[in-house]
């Protein structure tokens, strides 16, 4: 695990003593095989890849070390299809984006990899699983039309027969009440290789002043606006995974879904912090009071500052100091027994499907 947390951060030329201890551990022979299921189920196998590959890390594991060369082609393969397959969820998603803006819709990209590729990952490294939007409730009407203009629809893919059928609305009330937004919008593609195409459509992100979801009228103020691109700004973007990351840590409803301690959503932050620090890391402070949200915001940071502790993630803990809010929101003792236990093994089949009844991605 403590290789795979390694090669999740950016690629560490400048830290030799790092370098040093990532190759030791390649050196000294691993369970591959454990290593490349832990990091598909922790969502980090092609960053993981990407960095052996460019710190000639591969190359030592396969003439010193012990890595299968039948596992390198495999992991090597999937790593091509997700470049692929995200090349084509980035067209889909511009198609969106300007379907949006020509019908005046306010509907931003809110989080997940469309946001962070190519700012703080490649396309090759970081998988996209769906395009994640947020918009006004009352807008929702509105935005469906777009969506269904462009091909999608509110349904289940089979995979049996690649077929998509629409959900009832005895399916669609499960979403409505354990999720924050509209049930997933499928669209099916005409592709060899990638079948469909996910959007997520939600009402809000973590949980803000007054204990409600911010909404796209709390962040409408920040918004990076590049033609017909609309997308959460930067310190928006960064304060967006740290409330994804604190809520899904805290909350016993996402420890029963199998969905809380995931290196990815770690990972996402530290990478971000690096992106705000250079531009407007002075204004993290500021930003998460005014929007009610510095207590889960440190409580992210802390938990990065546990687990993948960076220079970029050390400095804007400096700028965000903890008050008693936000220290009765740090980890406790039985959370990080929980978060070990989820970094070193894999959960069990969670709740998820038991209660939605359909995969997310």
Not at 225 to 234: F, K, M, P, S, W
Request: include cysteine; glycine fraction near 6%.
């Amino acid at each position: 695990m403590a290789l795979i947390l390694a090669l999740s951060r950016k690629r560490q030329e400048d830290d030799p003593a790092g370098l040093a201890l990532a190759g030791s551990i390649v050196d000294d022979g691993l369970d591959w095989e454990r290593l490349f299921l832990k990091s598909l189920w922790h969502k980090v196998a092609f960053i993981v890849l990407q960095n052996l590959i460019e710190l000639g890390l591969v190359d030592r594991a396969l003439s010193t070390g012990n890595l299968p060369l039948l596992l390198l082609n495999h992991w090597k393969q999937l790593a091509a299809a997700n470049d692929y397959r995200n090349r084509l969820q980035l067209d889909v998603l511009d198609g969106l984006e300007r379907a949006l803006a020509s019908a005046n819709v306010q509907c931003v990209v809110a989080k997940g990899g469309p946001l962070l590729v190519p700012s703080c990952y490649s396309r090759k490294e970081r998988k996209i699983y769906d395009l994640d939007f947020l918009c006004d409730r009352n807008d929702k009407g509105q935005v469906e039309r777009v969506f269904v203009d462009e091909g999608f629809v509110i349904g289940s893919y089979s995979h049996r027969d690649r077929s998509l059928r629409p959900l009832t609305s005895a399916e669609i009330r499960p979403w409505l009440l354990h999720a924050r937004g509209l049930p997933n919008f499928v669209l099916k593609l005409d592709d060899p290789f990638v079948e469909y195409i996910v959007a997520q459509v939600q009402f809000g992100i973590g949980v803000g002043r007054d204990q409600r979801p911010l909404s796209i009228f709390d962040i409408q103020d920040r918004l990076a606006v590049d033609g017909h691109r609309r997308r959460i700004g930067e310190v928006d973007t960064f304060i967006s995974l740290c409330l994804h990351l604190a809520r899904e840590t805290e909350s016993e409803l996402f420890s029963g879904w199998g969905m809380d301690w995931n290196v990815i959503k770690i990972t996402d932050v530290v990478r971000c912090a690096d992106i705000i620090v250079v531009t407007e890391g002075h204004d993290l402070a500021d930003r998460a009071r005014q929007l009610g949200v510095h207590a889960p915001v440190a409580r992210a940071i802390a938990i990065c500052t546990l687990i993948m502790p960076t220079p970029a993630i050390a400095r804007l803990q400096q700028a965000l100091p903890m008050d008693e809010a936000a220290r009765g929101r740090l980890p406790t003792i039985s959370q990080l027994a929980i978060a070990m236990s989820r970094l070193c093994f894999t959960p069990a089949i969670t709740k998820w499907d038991e209660m939605v009844g359909t995969k997310t991605t």
